[in-house]
């Protein structure tokens, strides 16, 4: 399964950081690619994400279900389905306090399946890094401009 | 007059015939200058299959199939019934073959025979079984410099495969995924966009400078001769100067709505082709006097949409190739009837689609459906369907026939009447109102693990399910009419002096037919090396 993973600094509370990436439709604001979502509940909504593999774009639909919250261990885990494709995977979000802001571990799991799987997958292979690399520059843009406004 | 830059020759586009043009035209002494609207390289033919169609091709013997001119003169001539001419043909049966040899000798194109490939009308007299459909040889990208592969077009419809491989593996329940995924993560690129990383290499070598960017939009004319362009770069008009010819090969006009209600014989709904086509090279050949040749033909391609996917910005429509050939899959129209051979080439099939009605003044064949059951989908794909796949929400099903029809807003008793028509056929192995799976050309895209006829099989597991399938192409047909020398001539037949034209800008050197897999670039490429070598020698 493709995987990406990073660590990022963002220069914003814990709180702050907290608040936002436990409510998953933040999230998927900072995806790339984002279109829009519905919310289905509390713990699930759709994401309409604009995908690039570098050949042409395709709006997939992805539910997204919150598997795991946990504010003591600053983690939330999800996971993805997507509609009318054969791809599935997974996403965790860690974050604990360092100095005056948080350190976020991000990680992006996705995995075409079927027939067609291999070749699905070389390509995420190349593109979830990016995917990943601007999903947490969105994360920080967004908290840390927040943040500066509350100060 | 103030100039942007100045060249002996310039070349408009990125096609494999205006880089073919370009390189000739450097052998032959000139200077060289290819100007390109689009941020990428390879236009039409880097989204393609790559094949190159041309009789006679010395690649032909390595694969015991023997060939001649006279051959290729009597399948061409029941081609083109007419529509052509034989200066045109002469031209490309000549040269054709040394096109290719040449290619191959001094640039990195590498071509391979397509032994099972048939011609498209492989049983007319002077027809092949194979061989005059050359594939492309993998290339690997790497060895462009990198500022240069990433300027590359890459295909967003076709896998990266080779078109031989695909005929050994068949149905793609076969396919080698892992080989493709492999070619993926190393960056190897094959079919069109082989061919143009290849010819850009061969540009590269040689120091041809390719200009992105820039969209040439009309001819500068000086007592009567060609001698340059006027462009758009960056919003701003700029003016280059071509000493000895400007060549005009920037693909046809599918994506120019206006031309397309102008000239086409029918409607064309689904481009395939990058969404740069304008007819550029077209008008500018017009606004100068060029006569017109062949512009209500297109290369047409019956083509399916996929919702949310895009390229370039625009809708994605993709190629209905393989799907027409499986066994347990039938085109209908409105009406729920058959209405084609579903096997037959995608541009004559295209035809089928602008039959007129003079009753309902309407095309009753718009829409039309492919209509396949569960047990096709078990077996074989669907664009991005494959075997096994759950069958995505965009594809109507019904558990009767009758209640898919209800749903897609076709006739339902025409539907279940005519698949029960079709169904006695398939047990028998013969389509008594079209013929389906006939030749062995229709027979390539079949499942040969069915019998007696490997494009039949009935339709009688539920659930159906449909997908409309429209009338595209894989590019307009119609252009500016040339000579043997592929000098655009005006309209009263003379030479305009200092222009050139080739590939889709040009009128179809083989008029209203196709020849085979590859019978647009094969002409496009033996034109563009003719447009080349004689404008380097003006």
Partial sequence: MPVSQRELYIAAPMEKVWDFVSTLDNVAMCMPGYQRHEVIDERESVWYLKGDVGLFQKVVAFVAHIERMDRAEGLVSFTLAARDENMKGEGCFRAWPEGEGVVVQLELKLEGGGLKGPLVNALLSSTLPDDLEYLGDRLKEVLERDAAVGQ | ?538
């Fill in chain 2, 1 to 538: 007059m103030q100039y942007r830059a100045e060249c002996d020759v310039l070349v408009l586009g990125t096609g494999a015939a205006a880089l073919v043009a370009a390189i000739r035209a450097h052998d032959g002494g000139a200077q060289v200058l290819v100007l390109e609207r689009s941020d990428k390289i390879g236009g039409t033919t880097s989204v393609s299959g790559g094949v190159v169609w041309v009789p006679n091709n010395h690649h032909m013997a390595e694969v015991g199939i023997p060939d001649s001119e006279e051959e290729a003169w009597t399948y061409l001539r029941r081609l083109h019934g007419g529509s052509s001419n034989e200066e045109l043909l002469a031209a490309f049966i000549e040269w054709g073959p040394k096109m290719v040899r040449y290619l191959e000798e001094r640039t990195p194109v590498r071509f391979a025979a397509m032994e099972k490939y048939p011609d498209y009308h492989p049983d007319w007299e002077g027809g092949k079984p194979g061989g005059r459909s050359l594939d492309n040889e993998p290339f690997d990208s790497k060895r462009l410099p990198p500022e240069v592969a990433k300027r590359i077009r890459k295909g967003p419809l076709l896998g990266p495969f080779t078109h031989r491989e695909a005929s050994t593996w068949g149905p793609v329940r076969n396919f080698d995924f892992v080989l493709m995924a492999n070619r993926v993560r190393d960056k190897i690129l094959t079919l069109g966009t082989a061919l143009i990383a290849a010819l850009t290499l061969g540009c590269v070598e040689r120091s041809i400078p390719i200009e992105l960017g820039v969209r040439a939009r009309r001819l500068l004319v000086e007592d009567g001769r060609v001698v340059g362009v006027e462009a758009e770069e960056n919003g701003q008009t700029v003016r280059f100067r071509a000493r000895k010819a400007v060549v005009i090969a920037t693909g046809g006009f599918e994506w120019n709505e206006d031309m397309k209600k102008q000239f086409l014989r029918g409607p064309e709904l689904a481009p395939t082709s990058p969404p740069f086509n304008e007819g550029d090279g077209i008008l500018m050949g017009m606004a100068v006097g060029a006569r017109l040749g062949r512009m209500n033909d297109a290369w047409w391609m019956p083509s399916i949409q996929l919702p949310g996917e895009e390229y370039e910005g625009r809708q994605l429509n993709r190629l209905l190739i393989n799907e027409r050939a499986y066994p347990g899959s039938i085109i209908v129209n409105r009406a729920g009837r058959r209405f084609v051979n579903e096997t037959c080439n995608y541009a004559d099939l295209g035809k089928a689609f602008h039959v007129f009605d003079p009753s309902t003044y309407d095309y009753p064949n718009i829409p039309a459906y492919l209509i396949f059951d569960e047990r096709y989908h078990s077996r074989y794909h669907l664009a991005t369907v494959m075997p096994g796949d759950e069958m995505p929400g965009w594809v109507a099903q019904g558990n009767t026939p009758q209640e898919l029809a209800e749903k897609i807003g076709v006739d339902p008793a025409g539907l279940a009447a005519t698949i029960e028509r079709f169904n006695r056929f398939a047990g028998e192995g013969v389509d008594h109102d079209f013929g389906r799976g006939g030749t062995i050309y229709e027979r390539h895209y079949g499942d040969p693990d069915v019998g007696p006829n490997p494009t039949m099989a009935p339709l009688d597991t539920p659930p159906f399910y449909a997908v409309e399938v429209r009338p595209g192409s894989l590019g307009t047909k119609g252009g500016l009419e040339v000579n043997g020398k592929a000098q655009v001539l005006n309209v009263w037949g003379e030479v305009i002096p200092g222009l050139y034209a080739c590939g889709n800008a040009a009128a179809a050197v083989t008029g209203a037919g196709y020849g085979g897999a590859g019978g647009t670039l094969g002409p496009g490429m033996t034109f563009g090396f003719l447009a080349g070598m004689h404008a380097a020698a003006e």
